[in-house]
């Protein structure tokens, strides 16, 4: 039922989420005003979260943010239904960007009791501040959710922490003529560059032309964002040509129409010549043209003049000032024409002086650069840092009873990851202690994030498998030998992988390989035994005196009655010349479950022992003697 408890908290999941965007480093009265959204709801008895994603943070910009979440009173969850969600409480968040801050609107609690009233089922956050690096962060958040309802367990209260990561942008750099973002990055970034420079004059065009710096070029006459890729390390210095165009009247071609130029003395019934056209131009250019004589289709291809407005009228005019009387020009009429930008355009216009007719033309309209602007500006790429090689103290197998120590290369700032993805809020050294679990054996994964401080680049080690083995009974290493009766050396720790006894600490190869060893030379002897994962531990110490004596220890110096029996017997020691010191009752296992010391009168020792409340099996007496240790089975019914 506790895994189940585990299960059904979990799975509110999209509740917490809510809490994540604290992207804080401290929590306080510091972003007040937080505003919440009535209409955040679900469609169903689950929590959520309204934007339910947060936008991006930039670095060194302004962040404020506010969020809202929707915490029903009832919640389906883990196959049960309408459940009790009755408190929900921030209990703290770690590894948020500096700078920002956060409070909620049930500050200096934070604390939430939904209920049926829901005015009581949304909270909000509202998260300010200023980031100061640019990054993705690991958010730690903690919570405490209480949930009432559960069939058989009634209420629970468990702590939760959830890891949701947080992208802080590059800040962006730029100069008067265009910005760009972000201005650095690491190992491969695609930037953002916005041209700023615009003209309101409508005769004036812009244009801006890319050098990105990185053998990428681009033209536009549009004011776009336009994105460039650095794929390498390295510095770049990308620059902008601002070009400022201005509308210019290229050309003019005409075609006279009528006879309104005819009658004067040289042109009395327009057979003497044709005629000679000039025109002006006046609103958005002041321009007088050449004489084009002596035709009825002239052209002036190279006008070439800049406009200082798009309103333009034209005048036509047939020249007669030279001729021998001085007649007067004729008047050819004039129209107006608003010009939109480059292009061809036309016109007509009505004579004003008599025999009807008049011009009709075309112009062109194409610009000319006025002036430029050369702006550059700097993106620097970092190195990411190499892929950390994580090794393991002793080995990436260990025993339990074992530091198994992670560790990864010095000189830059750690995150360690469990299970791949989980960041560990207390793991920031370049070393990671990994934890001994209750269970052997067992396996876990990690990984290993290092970040340059200097760039805040980052590089994640592969997935690192650590294991840790069932070591021995910590019980072995105090009481783990023992000598028999009968002299031999033995031990209850039976069915290992292999078995070294030693003398004076050297080992006694081949013959003190076995579980049991009968000592040739007296001296202090231990055991060193191996289970089927290689760990290994040493006994404590016999020190054996009796080599080379007629007097043996023997099991018959102890005598049990009534054996078998139900935990209520008699212990009777008759050790001769052997005085007895101690008396343990052990498991088959080696656990010690009795043990007394004794006072001994000529030798013998007598002491009814109860334990009525150990398992039935078969347990093992001991009594130490001060040259050796005897056993006996006894049988507990």
Same mark, same amino acid.
């Given at each position: 039922?506790?895994? #189940? ?6 799975? +509110? ?20 005003? &937080?505003?919440?959204?009535?209409? &955040? ?18 670095? +060194? ?57 829901? @005015? ?35 209420? %629970? ?6 890891? +949701? ?27 953002n560059f916005h041209p700023t420079y615009t003209s309101n004059d409508p005769v004036q065009l812009v244009a801006y032309q890319w050098d990105f710096g990185n053998g990428q070029s681009y033209f536009s006459a549009n004011h776009d964002t336009i994105t460039s ?23 003019? !071609? ?7 130029? &005819? ?8 057979? @003497? ?11 958005g250019l002041g321009y007088t043209s050449s004489v084009i004589g002596n035709t009825m289709t002239p052209s002036w291809p190279n006008v070439n003049q800049p406009l200082s407005g798009t309103n333009l009228t034209f005048n036509f005019t047939e020249d007669d ?70 090794? !393991? %103290? ?52 990690? #990984? ?8 805040? &680049? ?43 006894? +030693? ?51 023997? $099991? ?34 080696? $656990? ?20 009525? %409340? ?24």
């Open positions: 039922m506790k895994i #189940r408890n585990f299960t059904l908290i979990s799975s +509110l999941t999209a509740l917490y989420t809510f809490i994540t965007i604290g992207f804080v480093n401290a929590q306080g009265n510091q972003c007040p005003g &937080c505003s919440i959204d009535m209409n &955040c709801t679900s469609p169903t008895n689950f929590p959520s979260l309204c934007p339910a994603t947060m936008p991006n943070g930039t670095q +060194l910009q302004p962040y404020d943010q506010n969020v809202t979440f929707f915490m029903p009173d009832k919640v389906d969850a883990s196959g049960f239904s309408n459940l009790d969600l009755t408190q929900v409480t921030i209990t703290g968040l770690a590894g948020m960007p500096l700078g920002l801050n956060w409070t909620s609107n049930a500050y200096p609690s934070n604390s939430y009791n939904p209920t049926s009233n829901v @005015n009581t089922q949304r909270g909000c956050v509202k998260i300010c501040g200023t980031p100061l690096a640019a990054g993705t962060y690991n958010v730690i958040v903690n919570v405490m959710v209480t949930v009432c309802d559960i069939p058989i367990v009634g209420c %629970s209260t468990l702590a939760q922490s959830f890891t +949701l990561p947080l992208t802080i942008d590059g800040a962006g750099g730029g100069n008067a003529f265009f910005t760009y973002a972000p201005a650095a990055g690491c190992d491969s970034i695609g930037v890729s650095y794929t390498q390390p390295g510095q770049y210095y990308p620059t902008l040509y601002t070009k400022i165009y201005n509308l210019r009247l290229k050309s003019l !071609a005409a075609t006279i129409t009528g006879g309104w130029w &005819c009658g004067d003395i040289e042109e009395l019934n327009c057979g @003497n010549g044709n005629a000679d056209l000039f025109f002006t131009v006046s609103g000032n030279g001729a021998p009387f001085g007649s007067q020009d004729d008047n050819g009429g004039a129209t107006f024409i608003n010009v939109t930008g480059i292009g061809s355009y036309s016109g007509t216009t009505t004579a004003v002086s008599s025999g009807g007719g008049g011009v009709n033309f075309s112009f062109v309209i194409d610009t000319v650069l006025a002036s430029q602007f050369i702006t550059t500006d700097t993106v620097d790429v970092y190195n990411l840092p190499p892929v950390p090689v994580v090794t !393991a %103290s002793p080995a990436f197998t260990a025993c339990a009873g074992q530091n198994l120590t992670l560790h990864g290369p010095g000189g830059y700032v750690y995150e360690w990851y469990e299970n791949d993805t989980t960041l560990i809020p207390t793991a920031v050294d370049s070393f990671f202690v990994v934890p001994v679990p209750g269970n052997f054996p067992w396996t876990g994964h990690y #990984r290993l994030v290092i970040k340059n401080p200097a760039t805040n &680049c980052a590089a994640s080690s592969a997935s690192i498998a650590v294991t840790y083995n069932e070591s021995l009974p910590p019980q072995f290493a105090t009481g783990g030998a023992y000598q028999m009766g009968n002299g031999q050396l033995s031990t209850l720790y039976a069915g290992y992988t292999s078995y070294q006894w +030693l003398l004076n600490g050297t080992p006694i190869i081949p013959a003190g390989q076995t579980q049991n060893y009968m000592p040739t030379v007296n001296g202090s002897y231990s055991l060193i035994i191996t289970n089927q994962y290689g760990c290994t531990d040493t006994s404590n110490v016999v020190n054996v005196f009796n080599v080379g004596n007629e007097e043996v220890l023997n $099991e018959n110096m102890i005598a049990v009655f009534p054996n078998p029996n139900d935990g209520h017997f008699t212990v009777n020691i008759k050790g001769g010349d052997h005085t007895p010191t101690r008396f343990s009752l052990v498991n088959m296992v080696g $656990e010690t479950i009795y043990s007394e010391n004794i006072q001994a009168t000529a030798n013998t020792w007598n002491k009814y022992v109860s334990v009525e %409340s150990l398992a039935p099996g078969i347990y093992i007496a001991l009594v130490d003697f001060e040259k050796g240790t005897v056993k006996k089975k006894i049988i507990i019914k």
